[in-house]
């Protein structure tokens, strides 16, 4: 099977993340702009999806030894929305778990021992995904999960359109809510991606399935 040659089969989480794109258009449009600060609404879907994407991995059937790295690689980006903790507990008011905008919390120089924690939080999670990835078995597992599958078109598509939109909007002054929510559908689009592997569904479509149950 030709690792490369386009796959635009549909499975069911590549059903929901296609529809998440209306969904994310209405909530820009419409909701306020809490729902794009630290620890909002957002964000903490964000948070959900990679807490599931990190489910997935651990209860994968095969090539074990690659999700446990691409676990490694989901808890980095768990560590990097959160700032390593500095978002959750150091807010200038002094309360933890505040929902506020990004200037409304205390910067690593401000917090005691901050720069330690802060390039420890990140070395030791770099280190975590360098090891992972340097594992053999991890390499094996790679080889062979790219000569079993298609690419993922419908995924890819979307994790590029999306991460060139999250740029602009973090570039322009389009809002906390549109950045987030293009944030979003990037987590939307390597999750789905990793429930197709994981679950070994890249030939199992939503039509095939409705038409074997069919008969």
Known sequence: MNTFSPDFRIQHSTALMLGAIPIVGIIIALAPDAWGYENGVLENLQLALIL????LCLTAKDNKALYLCIAAILFAMLMREVNCGRVLFWSKCG???VCAPPSEYL???DIPHGQILH??????TALLCV??????SVRQSLRALLRSTHLPCW????LILATLAHYYTEQSSCGFVAEESM?????????STIHRYSRGLQTRTISASAHQHAL
């Open 95 to 97: 309360d933890s778990f």
């Open 107 to 109: 910067k690593w120089q």
């Open 131 to 136: 090891f992972s990835l340097l594992r053999n």
């Open 119 to 124: 390039y420890g939080a990140y070395t030791a």
């Open 52 to 55: 599931y994407g990190g489910a």
């Open 155 to 158: 995924e890819a598509i979307i």
């Open 183 to 191: 944030e979003l559908l990037v987590y939307a689009a390597v999750i």
